[in-house]
């Protein structure tokens, strides 16, 4: 369910689980909410990419045709533009919060950033990418490693608001002249109470 004053990215991280990395209600609370897919058919793709604040404001969305050779370098390329995009707009002590709809995919990110955390820089157990996507997974972890704090959460292709733009980038191409927003996240400024009917003012 949707809160006034409340990204729908963070509704749907909210709702659902992130590999490898336990999930209590306190860690919700990101600043930027990222969701990405990559299409692939026949030979041709998109990359779709969406971010937004923690308040809901809209930072960017991207629909981009892409030539990919796979449907896993189709998923990695659109995490790995996502997160560039983000990286170029909000500052590096912010929580981030992704949103992909590739299991593995999310798995690895998290993996990668809690060896971000490490003292050694090591996952917890190897991570095993295709190798079509080694330079993009490389770049990744970059990204993973410069916030403050970063955990990917895996939720149903049909739930993936970023979808519709990689499988349609053609059609969605005007999302691409939206003008840039860099926003800073309020991270002092208190989630709104609504008290219950019994306690409301009347």
Not at 44 to 58: K, P, Y
Not at 92 to 100: I, K, N, Q, T
Not at 103 to 131: C, F, I, M, Q, T
Request: a neutral charge.
């Amino acid at each position: 369910m949707a809160h006034a004053g409340r990204s729908s990215l963070r509704t749907l991280f909210d709702d659902a689980p992130t590999p490898h990395i336990a999930h209590p209600p306190h860690t919700h609370h990101r600043d930027f909410y990222v969701a990405t897919d990559g299409s692939y058919a026949e030979g041709a793709g998109g990359l779709g990419v969406i971010i937004e604040a923690r308040s809901g404001e809209r930072v960017a969305r991207l629909a981009v045709p892409d030539a990919v050779p796979d449907n896993n370098v189709a998923e990695y390329r659109a995490l790995h533009l996502g997160l560039d995009v983000l990286a170029a707009r909000a500052p590096r002590d912010a929580r981030v919060g992704v949103l992909v709809d590739h299991d593995e995919v999310a798995a690895n990110v998290n993996l990668a950033a809690l060896a971000a955390k490490g003292p050694d820089y090591r996952p917890l157990r190897d991570v095993s990418v295709p190798s079509s996507v080694r330079h993009h997974w490389r770049g990744i972890r970059a990204r993973v490693a410069s916030f403050t704090e970063l955990r990917a959460a895996a939720l149903p292709s049909g739930r993936n608001p970023a979808h519709v733009l990689a499988n349609a980038p053609d059609q969605y191409a005007h999302v691409n002249d939206e003008p840039p927003k860099c926003l800073l996240p309020g991270l002092d400024e208190p989630e709104p109470q609504i008290p219950p009917p019994s306690r409301a003012n009347r």
